[in-house]
């Protein structure tokens, strides 16, 4: 059975920092690009950030640029997002995607509120 279970959301005043992991179970993701993706009420659907098969290639939507870095650790079959610099605009459900597959995860609730 193919799962994405994303972990690491929380709430955090501005300024803040979060770690979002994104564990695969039931295949192998090394074969896959992946990308984080957030939904917000107001916005809609938001592609944060990408990263190829192998780690080596990177982007950032222009909203996060500087303040989220993205990883994979492909023998832990696990996808990063370390996130820096938290922003009230930054609130939203974030979720993992793999790329090709339009795998998706269930979503973690990342909250910045003082």
């Known amino acids: 059975q193919v799962q994405l279970v994303e972990s690491g959301g929380g709430s955090v005043q501005p300024g803040g920092s979060l770690s979002l992991s994104c564990e695969a179970s039931g295949f192998t993701v090394s074969g896959y690009p992946m990308n984080w993706v957030r939904q917000t009420p107001g916005k809609g659907l938001e592609w944060v950030s990408y990263?190829?098969?192998?780690?080596?290639?990177?982007s950032y939507a222009d909203s996060v640029k500087g303040r989220f870095t993205i990883a994979r650790d492909n023998a832990k079959n696990t996808l990063y997002l370390q996130m820096n610099s938290l922003k009230p605009e930054d609130t939203a459900v974030y979720y993992c995607v793999v790329g090709l597959l339009d795998y998706w995860g269930q979503g973690t609730q990342v909250t910045v509120s003082s």
């Open positions: 990263i190829n098969s192998g780690g080596g290639d990177t």
